[in-house]
Structure formats: structure tokens, C-alpha cells
């Protein structure tokens, strides 16, 4: 007669054990999925940072390319008008022609 006893009590503190672990199991699922969605939304805030800097730094960019063609574009200019004056210095015109070269080659 205690055998049916034992073997009941064995069953329900086993059946117990059971649904406290489903119940563990169901926190820390939650917890995973809370912090999974944290980290969602901090990758995208990151990502959206990026792209907002990436656009200012290629703006940025552009605004000095075009500065150093202006400031070429004037040494050219400089150059030019000095060999021009000065048609008979053999440095001016090596000066000069190494410069276009430089110019073109950019």
C-alpha cells in the first residue's frame, strides 16, 4: 500500500519539477526576446548614424574636391600667365609644362 503512495508523491513532485522548468523555460524566453529586440533597435539607430555621418563626410568631401580643382585651376591660371610673360626663361616653361602634366593627370 505505501508503494502506490511513494510512487504518486514521486509523480506529482516530478510533475512539479516539470512545470517549474516550463516555467524557467518560458523566462528566460522572454528575456532572450527583450534583449534580442534591444539589440534590433540598437543596430538600427547605429546604422541610421552611420548613414547620416557617411552622407555629411561625402558632402564634405565633394566641397574639398571641388576647393583643390578651384585652387589647381588658379595655380594653372598663375602659371600660365607668368610663362607667358616670360617666354624666354627655359625654368618657367619646364616649370609650366610639368605642372599641365600634373593638372591632366589629376
Known amino acids: 500500500m505505501p508503494l502506490p503512495l511513494i510512487l504518486g508523491a514521486a509523480a506529482a513532485v516530478a510533475g512539479a519539477a516539470g512545470v517549474g522548468s516550463a516555467i524557467h523555460g518560458g523566462v528566460k524566453m522572454k528575456k532572450a526576446n527583450d534583449t534580442m529586440k534591444q539589440t534590433q533597435e540598437a543596430h538600427t539607430a547605429n546604422v541610421r548614424r552611420f548613414e547620416i555621418r557617411n552622407e555629411r563626410c561625402t558632402a564634405a568631401m ?5 576647393l583643390e580643382l578651384e585652387i589647381l585651376q588658379s595655380f594653372q591660371k598663375t602659371f600660365l600667365s607668368a610663362s607667358r610673360i616670360s617666354r624666354s626663361s627655359a625654368l618657367s616653361s619646364t616649370v609650366t609644362s ?6 591632366q593627370r589629376i
Open 98 to 103: 610639368r605642372f599641365q602634366h600634373t593638372v
Open 62 to 66: 565633394d566641397r574639398l574636391g571641388k
